[in-house]
């Protein structure tokens, strides 16, 4: 909210008739931010290979090569196989080629053939890829020239680098030559919306969902962080069962129910007040009642005691929600239990 930013461009729209003749009804700002990255920004290429940056180096400690230049970005290569995106290696090896031959511009199209002519020096912004099949090519264009990748290789072996656009570099922390060839190019990057100082978000306590007691969604609602399957995967596989239930049950919708032990169900049971005074007695309402299950004391001809069981919210819903297709789910009380609250107890003394 404190945060300098200046006034990027302005946008007068709903104007009627000839410029100036009527005023303006609204008028939109655009404002810019100056922020340095910081570790968990986006970035992306122009292909659409976007990642985050997981850590941020010291110059002195990034690897350089023989000429002295120190990369930007280290990428990961994993991201190449699922993505696909070969057009971002051919423009690394393209704008290797053009800071190379100081050109302007360095069409790193992938598939199309280029012509003889474009080293020329002459045409330096013109077409360099030669004429469709079945078309006469002009004076002095080649017929069948080199690919993207290999034109651009030949050039760089011209200059004296690596076909492929390899480099040897060294280590910045211990100053020895790293064993393998480094990819290394010039590669246009772009910054993304997401950056992490607009999505840190916490929460202690705030407000539920009406429909299933569970944290909001939003940060400008105060809302809750998405604990999704990912994450309750990851902690299945470290073994950590008791933070899983305190995230997905403790501090979401936690709630006692009672089950039926004779019929298993969690929706028919009620506080009975009659207990206090027999089955037949009069309704009293007081706190430590009994619950019980109407369908099965009227059936039994007794007071059918139900059982509580911590259980999520959203699974008495669920439940709701098949009894409305006709389908009824049961619940099968093993072992009867005394349940323990994490702020008061609701029942005063043991459950039998």
Same mark, same amino acid.
């Given at each position: 909210?404190?945060?300098?930013?200046?006034?990027?461009?302005?946008?007068?729209?709903?104007?009627?008739?000839?410029?100036?003749?009527?005023?303006?009804?609204?008028?939109?700002?655009?404002?810019?931010?100056?922020?340095?990255?910081?570790?968990?920004?986006?970035?992306?290429?122009?292909?659409?290979?976007?990642?985050?940056?997981?850590?941020?180096?010291?110059?002195?400690?990034?690897?350089?090569?023989?000429?002295?230049?120190?990369?930007?970005?280290?990428?990961?290569?994993?991201?190449?196989?699922?993505?696909?995106?070969?057009?971002?290696?051919?423009?690394?090896?393209?704008?290797?080629?053009?800071?190379?031959?100081?050109?302007?511009?360095?069409?790193?199209?992938?598939?199309?053939?280029?012509?003889?002519?474009?080293?020329?020096?002459?045409?330096?912004?013109?077409?360099?890829?030669?004429?469709?099949?079945?078309?006469?090519?002009?004076?002095?264009?080649?017929? %069948? &020239?080199?690919?993207?990748? !290999?034109?651009?290789?030949?050039? =760089? @072996?011209? +200059? *004296?680098?690596?076909? #492929?656009?390899? $480099?040897?570099?060294?280590?910045?922390?211990?100053?020895?030559?790293?064993?393998?060839?480094?990819?290394?190019?010039?590669?246009?990057?772009?910054?993304?919306?997401?950056?992490?100082?607009?999505?840190?978000?916490?929460?202690?306590?705030?407000?539920?969902?009406?429909?299933?007691?569970?944290?909001?969604?939003?940060?400008?609602?105060? %809302? &809750?962080?998405?604990?999704? !399957?990912?994450?309750?995967?990851? =902690? @299945?596989? +470290? *073994?950590?069962?008791? #933070?899983?239930? $305190?995230?997905?049950?403790?501090?979401?919708?936690?709630?006692?129910?009672?089950?039926?032990?004779?019929?298993?169900?969690?929706?028919?049971?009620?506080?009975?007040?009659?207990?206090?005074?027999?089955?037949?007695?009069?309704?009293?309402?007081?706190?430590?009642?009994?619950?019980?299950?109407?369908?099965?004391?009227?059936?039994?001809?007794?007071?059918?005691?139900?059982?509580?069981?911590?259980?999520?919210?959203?699974?008495?819903?669920?439940?709701?929600? #098949?009894?409305?297709?006709?389908?009824?789910?049961?619940?099968?009380?093993?072992?009867?239990?005394?349940?323990?609250?994490?702020?008061?107890?609701?029942?005063?003394?043991?459950?039998?």
């Amino acid at each position: 909210d404190d945060e300098p930013c200046f006034v990027e461009q302005l946008c007068m729209v709903d104007g009627a008739g000839i410029k100036g003749s009527e005023p303006c009804r609204r008028a939109m700002l655009k404002l810019r931010y100056r922020r340095n990255p910081v570790v968990g920004d986006k970035f992306s290429s122009r292909h659409g290979q976007k990642g985050v940056m997981s850590i941020l180096w010291p110059a002195e400690d990034m690897p350089f090569t023989d000429s002295g230049i120190t990369p930007d970005i280290l990428f990961n290569p994993h991201g190449f196989p699922s993505r696909m995106t070969i057009g971002m290696l051919i423009e690394s090896i393209a704008g290797k080629t053009a800071a190379c031959e100081g050109r302007k511009t360095a069409d790193g199209t992938t598939f199309r053939e280029y012509s003889d002519m474009y080293n020329s020096g002459a045409d330096n912004e013109a077409d360099p890829f030669r004429m469709a099949d079945g078309l006469e090519p002009q004076k002095g264009q080649a017929v %069948g &020239g080199p690919k993207a990748a !290999e034109y651009f290789g030949n050039t =760089l @072996l011209k +200059h *004296g680098y690596e076909k #492929l656009g390899t $480099d040897r570099m060294y280590s910045g922390i211990h100053g020895c030559e790293i064993e393998t060839d480094i990819f290394v190019g010039v590669v246009y990057y772009q910054r993304l919306r997401h950056l992490v100082m607009d999505k840190a978000q916490v929460r202690s306590r705030g407000r539920v969902d009406r429909l299933t007691n569970q944290p909001v969604k939003g940060r400008k609602k105060h %809302g &809750g962080i998405r604990f999704g !399957e990912m994450e309750r995967d990851s =902690l @299945l596989a +470290h *073994g950590a069962s008791f #933070l899983l239930h $305190d995230r997905l049950m403790r501090c979401s919708d936690y709630d006692v129910a009672y089950v039926c032990p004779k019929c298993g169900s969690v929706l028919t049971p009620q506080a009975n007040g009659r207990a206090q005074a027999g089955f037949l007695g009069s309704l009293r309402g007081e706190e430590g009642d009994p619950w019980e299950c109407p369908p099965c004391s009227r059936k039994e001809k007794k007071l059918v005691r139900c059982h509580p069981l911590p259980i999520p919210w959203v699974f008495r819903y669920l439940a709701c929600e #098949l009894a409305a297709m006709n389908v009824k789910m049961q619940i099968h009380v093993a072992d009867r239990a005394k349940e323990v609250s994490l702020s008061v107890d609701p029942w005063k003394g043991r459950v039998d």
